[in-house]
């Protein structure tokens, strides 16, 4: 019996048994599991980082192998993702501020909504890229601002 540790959908899973892959061109493929055929596509290939992204009957997964490394990563706590603090939100660009979506106190996490700011007859929403609570709130809405001024404060 052939064991193999893969990490599917960002869980370790451990497959015994084997499955045949019929291949169509570089991107189509077919599998075929215990009497079952699933067909799948490549979404995205992602090899130097380990990582496939594939569609296998309409559902998206994304797979990788487990190796030596991967182990001493994890035991040295090097595979969690960094996440910026946050200090500041500066306007991107010259713009009105249109609806702040947070409060003094509010604690923001990565993608939270800030604000929305009007550059061009566009409405852009910046969102937060780490985390952190906000501090202060310099503008309201209706303010003009400028590019590089200091909209949010965090502590």
Known sequence: MVRKDWI????????????????????????????????GEVIDDNTE???LTLKIN???????????????????GL???KIK?????EAPMPGRIVNIAVQIGQELNVGDEILSLEAMKMENILKAEGVGKVKNICFANDD??????????FE
């Not at 045949?20 to 215990?34: A, G, Q, T, Y």
């Not at 192998?65 to 040295?76: A, C, F, P, R």
Request: glycine share 8%; net charge negative; no cysteine.
């Open 144 to 153: 003009v601002v400028d590019k590089g001024a200091v909209l949010i404060e």
């Open 58 to 76: 309409h559902r998206v997964f994304t797979i990788s192998k487990k190796g030596e490394l991967d182990e001493l990563i994890k035991s040295l």
């Open 8 to 39: 599917i959908d960002g869980k370790d899973v451990t497959i015994t048994d084997g499955a045949v892959v019929k291949w169509d061109d570089h991107k189509f493929f077919s599998i075929e599991h215990h009497g079952k055929t699933f067909h």
């Open 85 to 89: 603090q946050l200090k500041e939100l």
């Open 49 to 51: 980082g380990n990582l």
């Open 79 to 81: 595979d969690k993702p």
